[in-house]
């Protein structure tokens, strides 16, 4: 299973993770998130970039509330709420966000 | 990161937290053990139960600084140790007696801190140098205690 564009293939697990994180790009990005019916707006492009700074600093997805209370940081209170990142992705920040950021399964997800 | 609360696998109504300690006494990379260790830590903190760590015998290795796994294509999962902190775990015992058998020093191994919500998010280091006697007294007031 893989993930097709500008004549790249890049191999995914059968939910949709990268094989091989370190070859993830803005571009596949784009393509993943077709895949779940997400538009990359700017709110989300600085969900998945924290995502992935986090990530590059620590080798381990962020808890929820690191990631709500980043949120908060940079783009108000308002935002900085779980509510606000399942409105961005449906099906959860762990299963939607990290895949589109190319982030490995986050552990402890069901 | 856990998404218990919106997903069909939800915990147990609340009950009473439990006081959970990871005991770690084997060296990062031989074996599979520190990695698992520090996954299923992860997992318990995501219940919100109260999680510490221990580190002792080979295991104060797991927190030596500069690790580098290029040589042996292993994920270098140092740096998790220090992301404990945001998931609620706070501290880190580390057994006096195994640093010194090895001639580590507290120097030896990297720095963990967690932000104290309670002290206006100040960082305070997570990692606490104890020695055996008062470890076993640490272990004797958990509720669960799991070795690896």
């Not at chain 2, 990871?22 to 060296?27: D, E, H, P, T």
């Not at chain 2, 006096?96 to 206006?120: F, I």
Request: aromatic share 10%; glycine share 6%; charged share 25%.
């Amino acid at each position: 299973m893989a993930y097709q564009y500008n004549g790249h293939t890049i191999e995914h697990d059968e939910e949709g993770y990268l094989t091989d994180i370190s070859l993830w790009s803005p571009e596949l990005a784009l393509e993943i998130a077709k895949g779940e019916n997400i538009e990359m707006t700017e709110e989300r492009w600085e969900v998945v970039n924290f995502l992935r700074s986090y990530y590059d600093e620590y080798q381990v997805a962020p808890a929820i509330r690191v990631l709500t209370k980043a949120l908060a940081k940079s783009m108000g209170p308002a935002k900085g709420n779980n509510d606000y990142l399942y409105e961005l992705f449906p099906y959860g920040p762990a299963k939607q966000a990290c895949k589109i950021a190319g982030l490995p399964k986050p552990t402890g997800c069901v | 990161m856990a998404e218990a609360a919106k997903s069909g696998a939800a915990p147990a109504p609340a009950k009473a937290k439990k006081k959970f300690l990871y005991v770690n006494r084997k060296a990062p990379y031989g074996t599979i053990y520190a990695l698992e260790s520090l996954e299923v830590v992860l997992i318990a903190a995501a219940f919100e139960q109260e999680v510490s760590l221990a580190f002792l015998d080979d295991g104060v290795f797991q927190l030596s600084k500069g690790q580098d796994t290029a040589g042996i294509g292993m994920k270098c999962f140092a740096p998790t140790y220090r992301a404990l902190g945001d998931f609620g775990v706070t501290k880190l015992y580390v057994e006096k007696e195994a640093l010194s058998e090895r001639g580590l020093t507290v120097e030896d191994l990297q720095q963990v801190t967690y932000e104290d919500e309670n002290d206006g998010f100040k960082a305070k280091p997570s990692i606490v140098l104890i020695d055996r006697a008062a470890l076993a007294k640490v272990m004797a007031e958990q509720d669960v205690i799991l070795s690896f």
